[in-house]
């Protein structure tokens, strides 16, 4: 069984999947859960998940989620313009990855903070817990159409300061188990994930609430292929949190 994300950028590659059956659809955080349990043999984890686990899991070149710059979904918001310092950021449970991007960026800025765990995921929620909030996945995409001042794209801002793409989640296997079908399934939806996007960026921006615009330039935004430049990250990220 193969585990995909369930958040709206794995949309048009779950639906270019030909064997659905093959497929369970959940949070990165269960679909971690269920691999460690042994309930499904791959799955797309956060990449921060995946250090942690280096011991029982295998990264494998298959699915990911990156971009080359701007990523839509990751955003440092504000009800007010502006930094002050010091930042107390409300940051949701269900993103170590990007919150670690965030840290990397607060400190090669030299930028005072303290992160705030919280069990919420929307904007509105997070900011009654602190001054500034980071949102990720759909959360952020709502964000999109509100009021709230976006302070930073958190994806673009490590890579403006690091000059490497971010990469969020990747594909993982558990050690000495063979999932090639489920994988092979996976590569070819990789390939025909843009023929659905258009149709999904109707879909999910009727069912969420979000200008179908803003998720046609997401769609555009997020990569799922696994090249030089995700490896590279990769080896950066395990570096920096070792």
């Avoid at 993103?95 to 930028?111: G, H, R, S």
């Avoid at 993982?172 to 489920?182: L, M, N, P, Q």
Wanted: glycine letters at 4%; hydrophobic letters at 40%; a negative charge.
């Amino acid at each position: 069984m193969l585990g995909i994300i369930n958040f709206t950028h794995s949309d048009p590659l779950f639906q270019a999947i030909e064997d659905k059956s093959l497929v369970y659809r959940d949070t990165p955080k269960k679909l971690l859960e269920m691999l460690l349990n042994g309930k499904i043999s791959c799955a797309m984890i956060s990449l921060l998940e995946y250090f942690r686990h280096k011991d029982s899991l295998e990264i494998v070149e298959s699915a990911t989620i990156h971009s080359k710059n701007a990523t839509m979904s990751t955003l440092l918001v504000s009800r007010e313009p502006g930094i002050r310092e010091p930042m107390k950021i409300a940051v949701t449970e269900h993103t170590k990855t990007t919150a670690f991007y965030l840290e990397l960026v607060l400190k090669k800025l030299d930028i005072r903070y303290e992160l705030l765990w919280s069990q919420k995921r929307d904007a509105d929620s997070l900011l009654e817990e602190a001054e500034y909030a980071l949102v990720i996945g759909d959360e952020a995409l709502k964000v999109f159409n509100s009021h709230y001042n976006i302070i930073w794209d958190v994806g673009s801002q490590f890579s403006s300061t690091y000059s490497k793409m971010p990469v969020f989640s990747v594909t993982v296997k558990r050690k000495g188990v063979d999932c090639s079908e489920e994988l092979r399934q996976l590569d070819t939806a990789i390939l025909g994930y843009g023929q659905f996007a258009e149709g999904f960026a109707q879909e999910d921006g009727k069912k969420l609430g979000i200008d179908p615009s803003v998720l046609r330039q997401y769609f555009r935004t997020i990569k799922h292929d696994f090249n030089s430049e995700v490896r590279r990250t990769i080896g950066f990220m395990e570096s920096m949190s070792s």
